[in-house]
Every structure is written in structure tokens, then in C-alpha cells.
């Protein structure tokens, strides 16, 4: 079973609107949390990360929400646009090795429409 | 933007033929990775290594086998290929930073179709 859960598998939305991305974990021990954007074909691209002790991280017009007690995160995006499609992955890094350990989510697969 | 680049960015090629995934990176970087990700689903570490001459099989087998020479260059080699290791194979180098622990850079990645 994986330790990262996202919801919704897929979303689509209309340009402009706004739209929430969940991931569920059962890592532990955690050391912090990434939210990374991948378009079609390219490789994953970093967009927040946060640690235990972080409630809250923003980029823009991204915000990322993380509650360490229930293991849960979200990522808001607000007024979205059409660049926003791709797929967004949930990462959580565990720092109990020399190497540390990422454990990936499936991704939410995010399609803006004009 | 990350300097991390992999060659080819595709690659159609079939059963039984040699391939060398080319992945570079201009960071400096001592820690690089090799994933593998197919449609829908997570990214899997396939091959890792700390430095020159270091290198580790991840958590998928993979038959595939990497070196690593030179700080900034990590390929990746299958020596027959087969249809079953038709995927995206996306290679990342990273260093520690103390306020974001091991950021990861991810290059474009190569997909890989055997047919």
C-alpha cells in the first residue's frame, strides 16, 4: 500500500476558478512534506516544501497547508490558468538514512480549461 | 531552473537491443537518482548514488545498471531491452540545503518505448 494518498485522482476546472489537492500520509518518521508540479512529458518540479513544524507555505498563487497530528496536506491554487494543467505530486521525505527516503503520491492529474 | 539534462528525451528501439540513458547534471552535485514512472502512477527509485564511484539499487529491481565516473554524469544501461521496460525514466540529482533538508532536481526524462 502506498504511504501517500492524493484526491482527486483527476479535477477539472475553468480558468480562474480555484481548486484544493488532497494528500493523505502514513510516513513516519517525517522530516517535511513537497508539493512538486509536473507537465506532460517533463520531469517533477519543486513548488513548496515544509517541515513538521509548518502549517502554511506559499508560492504565488500556490498554498500549501500541512497538519503533522492528522498526516494530512493540501495544496490550493488560486485563480487558475491554463499553464496550471499538469500533474501535481505529494512527496514526503523522511531524513532517517544518510540518503533520506521520498515517498511519491500518484499525483493529481489537473486539466484548466479556458 | 535546474541544470539537469537527459538524452534522448525519446527513444523507440526494439526488443533485444542495448541502450544508454545519457543523464548530466552542472550542479555539482554528489547524490544523484534514477526513477522510474509510468502513466498514473508514482515514481519509483530504481538506482541511486553518493558520489564518484558509488552505486546503489533503489526499491524497484530494475535490470538496468548505472556508473558513475565523473560527479556529473549518471547513465543508465540496459543491456537487452525488453517491452516490459517501456516507461519514463526521469534522473535527479540534489544537495543539502539546511532550510529545504535534500531538494531533489528532476531532469526532462527519457521515455522509453520497446517495442
Known amino acids: 500500500k502506498n504511504q501517500v494518498e492524493q484526491s482527486p485522482q483527476s479535477l477539472i476546472i475553468l480558468e480562474g476558478k480555484n481548486c484544493t489537492l488532497q494528500?493523505?500520509?502514513?510516513?513516519?518518521?517525517?522530516?517535511?512534506l513537497r508539493w512538486y508540479k509536473q507537465d506532460t512529458g517533463r520531469g517533477p518540479v519543486s513548488l513548496t516544501i515544509?517541515?513538521?513544524?509548518?502549517n502554511t507555505k506559499s508560492n504565488g498563487r500556490y498554498t500549501a497547508t500541512l497538519d503533522a497530528d492528522t498526516k494530512q496536506s493540501s495544496l490550493h491554487i488560486t485563480a487558475s490558468q491554463l499553464s496550471d494543467s499538469a500533474s501535481y505530486i505529494c512527496?514526503?521525505?523522511?531524513?532517517?538514512?544518510?540518503?533520506?527516503?521520498?515517498?511519491f503520491g500518484r499525483g493529481t492529474q489537473l486539466t484548466v480549461w479556458p | 531552473e535546474a541544470d539537469i539534462y537527459q538524452t534522448p528525451r525519446y527513444l523507440v528501439i526494439g526488443t533485444g537491443k542495448k541502450i544508454t540513458l545519457e543523464c548530466s547534471q552542472t550542479m555539482g552535485h554528489d547524490k544523484m537518482y534514477w526513477y522510474q514512472q509510468d502513466p498514473g502512477m508514482e515514481l519509483h527509485l530504481i538506482h541511486y548514488?553518493?558520489?564518484?564511484?558509488?552505486?546503489e539499487k533503489g526499491d524497484l529491481s530494475s535490470e538496468s545498471t548505472v556508473s558513475r565516473i565523473r560527479t556529473e554524469h549518471f547513465p543508465l544501461t540496459l543491456e537487452s531491452a525488453r517491452p516490459s521496460h517501456t516507461s519514463q525514466y526521469l534522473c535527479a540529482s540534489s544537495e543539502y540545503r539546511r532550510d529545504t533538508d535534500y531538494e531533489q532536481y528532476f531532469g526532462p526524462g527519457t521515455r522509453l518505448t520497446v517495442t
Open positions: 515544509m517541515t513538521f513544524s509548518e
Open positions: 512527496v514526503v521525505f523522511d531524513r532517517g538514512s544518510t540518503l533520506g527516503r521520498l515517498y
Open positions: 494528500c493523505n500520509y502514513t510516513v513516519s518518521p517525517f522530516s517535511n
Open positions: 548514488s553518493y558520489g564518484v564511484n558509488s552505486t
